[in-house]
């Protein structure tokens, strides 16, 4: 029973994770209906600037702060000098792309900082507290919890609460009237994704010190993870983003506890494809009518 | 030189097809101006010129005496508001949302004030929401401000999207086809509305409107423009276009063409 209750507890801190990273999957799905499949890379490319600062001040919390900014400016850097300049007409071309640019982005960092793990600091220690004998979590899952919720209420309080929201949504929805209301859509895009890809760099500061440490390839397996998350909730929908994110952690944490770690890759592919084969709309897709 | 919108022998031409020919208009301050013509007469194209979708081959667009050259973005900021032929709503917005992202270009502060929850992005979301508020009070339609527009009957459709257009503040608003699929009771609001909106104490604004709906449009004109063909056929009093032989023809032509 303990080992169950550790299990979920921790599920819950790596879903807190997966829901952030889906999360921004889903902000550029909606602004720009393309799949980022350059996420991972683009967060890791973060994670190193983090890493970077961190090595140059000392300071754990100046290098966070770098990755969120890096992460910003990378997202709108993607966005103006790579997707706008693809053709969009048909959706093949923008995720061929964004795989180029996944090699990309992981040969330059593997060139630059080299292909071997480097450590990954935490703020706070991630040796779990005991309650009553039960060990449950750590200072830093806290820290997670409490980062992963603070973030997710911010997006929800700018796209429902202020203007530049509301110019946000309308663009999404429809571009081309939104121009004639004087909306600047081209730049609501870029902002989408330099949201999306702050919000990316935050999940890979978070989850990157849980594993073996900083690696090009260090958020492949969390992208398939947070990828099946935001199928899981249906791509079109923030709510199904977190609950997807949450329930796939807590899923691996259950397959890797119980069946062994090996066998967590095999795990969410097979849950992906199941999502995939029983309701490729998502657990949240929207009830849509079809027009006859 | 004169105050409002005017076209100066405008021309435009798609590849082979010439959509606008020698088109000359104008819209002054408080005039309600109607565009009318056979389909395929350039109305829509008209309107996409001086929304700055298309652009003048030939010709020229001045508003109050300066030159226009529009662009889509850039047309709340010069005071024109523009509906869409079947409302054009965002679905995904309510009512109300819709009405706000109507003048979400007066909204000054950008992410950073938004992301901080600063007080300058509060307060331009607030004052966005009551204006908003303000607009669907005046066309009656408070009601629905929580609605999706998916749910709603189509003439309060349409005077949603009117309410969009009006919350930009406009002074010249292009109607495009704005009685398109609406009853006759819900047709004789509507005139009365557009009569209204010149003379309102509030953000009077100037009408250009393109309607196939000959009643509304003989109700509620100042002036009428017929086109045929890309070309001004005519142009005058309701009372005046009516009783026009070459507008007459255009009509009686398009209803023969129609009917081989």
């Known amino acids: 029973m303990d080992r169950f209750l550790f299990l979920t507890l921790d599920g819950l801190s790596r879903g807190a994770v997966y829901a952030a990273f889906a999360l921004a999957l889903v902000l550029i799905w909606r602004a720009g209906r393309i799949v980022n499949f350059a996420q991972g890379a683009m967060a890791v490319a973060a994670a190193y600037v983090a890493y970077s600062v961190t090595a140059a001040t000392g300071s754990y919390w100046l290098g966070f702060a770098a990755a969120l900014l890096a992460g910003l400016l990378l997202g709108a850097i993607v966005d103006v000098a790579v997707m706008r300049l693809v053709d969009h007409r048909s959706p093949l071309n923008p995720v061929i792309v964004a795989l180029g640019l996944v090699l990309l982005i992981q040969a330059v960092l593997g060139m630059v900082y080299g292909n071997e793990y480097l450590p990954a600091q935490t703020p706070f220690s991630r040796t779990a507290l005991t309650v009553g004998g039960t060990a449950v979590l750590s200072p830093y899952d806290l820290f997670v919890f409490a980062t992963v919720g603070v973030v997710g209420a911010a997006l929800v309080w700018v796209f429902t609460r202020t203007a530049i929201g509301l110019r946000m949504r309308a663009a999404a929805f429809a571009p081309e009237v939104s121009r004639l209301l004087g909306v600047n859509v081209g730049g609501m895009l870029t902002l989408g994704w330099a949201l999306a890809s702050g919000v990316g760099a935050l999940a890979a500061m978070l989850v990157i010190p849980t594993g073996l440490g900083l690696h090009p390839h260090a958020m492949d397996l969390v992208f398939v993870s947070a990828f099946t998350a935001a199928v899981l909730g249906g791509l079109d929908s923030p709510p199904g983003a977190v609950v997807g994110g949450l329930g796939v952690g807590l899923l691996l944490s259950y397959v890797s506890g119980y069946a062994g770690g090996d066998l967590i890759p095999l795990a969410v592919l097979a849950l992906l494809l199941t999502v995939l084969l029983l309701r490729p709309g998502g657990l949240f897709a929207p009830v849509t009518a079809r027009r006859v | ?260």
Do not use: W
């Not at chain 2, 398009?254 to 009917?259: G, K, Q, S």
């Open chain 2, 1 to 260: 030189m004169a105050d409002g919108l005017a076209l100066h022998q405008v021309g435009v031409r798609f590849g082979g097809l010439t959509a606008l020919d020698d088109v000359s208009l104008t819209v002054g301050p408080g005039e309600v101006v109607g565009v009318i013509g056979p389909n395929g007469a350039g109305k829509t194209t008209l309107f996409n010129v001086v929304c700055g979708f298309v652009t003048a081959h030939t010709g020229t667009l001045t508003l109050d005496g300066r030159p226009l050259r529009p662009r889509p973005h850039r047309l709340t900021r010069l005071g024109i508001a523009r509906t869409l032929q079947g409302t054009g709503l965002f679905a995904g917005l309510t009512v109300l949302e819709n009405v706000m992202a109507g003048a979400s270009h007066t909204a000054r502060s950008g992410l950073l004030p938004a992301l901080l929850g600063l007080p300058r992005s509060d307060r331009d979301e607030r004052r966005l929401r009551e204006h908003a508020r303000a607009v669907l009070a005046d066309l009656d339609i408070t009601a629905y401000a929580d609605a999706a527009p998916g749910t709603l009957p189509f003439a309060i459709r349409q005077r949603v999207a009117l309410a969009r257009a009006l919350a930009a503040r406009p002074r010249l608003l292009l109607l495009d086809e704005p009685a398109g699929g609406l009853g006759a009771d819900d047709v004789d609001t509507l005139a009365e509305l557009i009569r209204q909106l010149p003379h309102r104490a509030t953000d009077p604004c100037a009408v250009l409107l393109v309607e196939h709906h000959m009643d509304l449009v003989m109700a509620v004109c100042d002036r009428i423009v017929v086109l045929d063909f890309g070309r001004v056929v005519a142009t005058g009093s309701p009372e005046a276009v009516r009783e026009d032989p070459a507008v007459v023809d255009a009509y009686l032509g398009a209803a023969v063409d129609e009917a081989a």
